[in-house]
């Protein structure tokens, strides 16, 4: 099961249990990156500690061995521990010791799955304002937990912004649902997960984009599957035609909001009546507004050549990745259904 934590950027936490004896963890499910940490002692003005030192299946990885030669960014301590550096691409980092542990996940059916010498990020230190307990890496790398289990898993979210709703869920390896729903094809790029969009539609009328906006060229570009957002990000072209079509469908029924800076915003709630996807499209950070959840990729007055759909586009979907056949699968559905 994972659990959503609203405040300023929706997230779903995964449930793990680390260590021997078994110590309960959360940590950010983040398919933008590759590497599996949680916070560890010591770590000054840290919360929800792990003890390393109270665990007898705990061990650091040195600088020779082959994970810490895979990661992209990895130094020596005097030790010859290897210490690993993670960054993502919102200012935050967290650095620590590479290491290996038992991790135990609760199973569906009340049991449980071991994982042994799991490889995972003891973090030591990290941004102030990064307010994690750790990050739960699916990400496809040599590193990763991905592929230490047999290269498959799915999840299903459902509603995003109800702390109630219980039936959110991640699968690893098999019984992973890969096989469901409609395919599209999935290429794995420096451990991130692309896929090919071709159109968008607002009420059923493809919006005028040249598809070709959307692919990666010559190392750069292309669109992203990002559980570590929950807002989409679309190239400039493409955010301003779905924009313009927004305006057209909206503004003719309610009364633009200018509260939140940047951003498209309306008066009033979020309702059926919207008929534009609106668990997809839009969030309500207000009682009395909602603004489109979509924003252009813009990094430092540039704007970027890559697209990422985050987590408020894929509710109510079970999305399976099946690595090994360079596949992808959505299908729209209640995640409730999943429980049985």
């Known amino acids: 099961q994972i659990f959503p934590q609203i405040n300023k950027h929706a997230l779903f936490y995964v449930n793990i249990f680390i260590g021997q004896p078994p110590v309960p963890m959360f940590a950010a499910m983040d398919t933008g990156s590759s590497l599996l940490w949680v916070q560890c002692s010591p770590c000054p003005g840290c919360s929800c500690i792990f003890y390393p030192s109270r665990s007898s299946s705990y061990a650091t990885l040195p600088c020779d061995s082959e994970k810490c030669r895979y990661l992209r960014h990895a130094y020596c301590t005097p030790n010859n521990e290897c210490m690993y550096l993670q960054g993502y691409g919102i200012g935050l980092s967290s650095s620590g010791i590479l290491s290996t542990e038992q991790l135990t996940f609760q199973t ?3 049991g449980t799955m071991r994982v042994e010498d799991a490889v995972f990020g003891c973090g030591q230190s990290t941004n102030e304002e990064f307010a994690l307990s ?3 890496g699916l990400g496809f790398d040599r590193v990763s937990l991905v592929s230490q ?3 498959s898993f799915s999840y299903c979210i459902g509603r995003l912004h109800d702390s109630n709703y219980l039936h959110n869920k991640l699968i690893l390896g098999q019984g992973a649902i890969i096989d469901e729903g409609d395919a599209t094809p999935l290429q794995v790029i420096g451990g991130l997960y692309y896929v090919t969009l071709e159109a968008i539609s607002v009420e059923g009328i493809m919006l005028d984009i040249n598809p070709s906006i959307f692919r990666r060229d010559d190392s750069d570009g292309g669109v992203i599957i990002d559980t570590g957002t929950d807002s989409t990000w679309l190239v400039k072209d493409a955010y301003e035609a779905l924009r313009d079509a927004v305006i057209i469908t909206v503004d003719r029924s309610l009364m633009r909001s200018y509260s939140e800076s940047n951003k498209l915003c309306y008066y009033g709630i979020m309702s059926p009546e919207l008929a534009l996807g609106i668990d ?3 969030h309500q950070p207000r009682a009395d507004t909602f603004c489109m959840a979509v924003n252009p990729t813009i990094i430092d007055d540039q704007h970027m050549k890559y697209s990422l759909i985050g987590t ?4 109510n979907y079970n999305v399976g990745y099946d690595i090994g056949r ?15």
């Open 108 to 110: 569906s059916d009340e």
């Open 149 to 151: 289990l047999n290269s």
């Open 326 to 340: 360079k596949q992808m699968t959505f299908q729209m559905m209640d995640c409730e259904f999943l429980d049985d």
């Open 280 to 282: 997809s499209m839009f």
């Open 312 to 315: 408020t586009a894929q509710q």
């Open 134 to 136: 750790g990050v739960f």
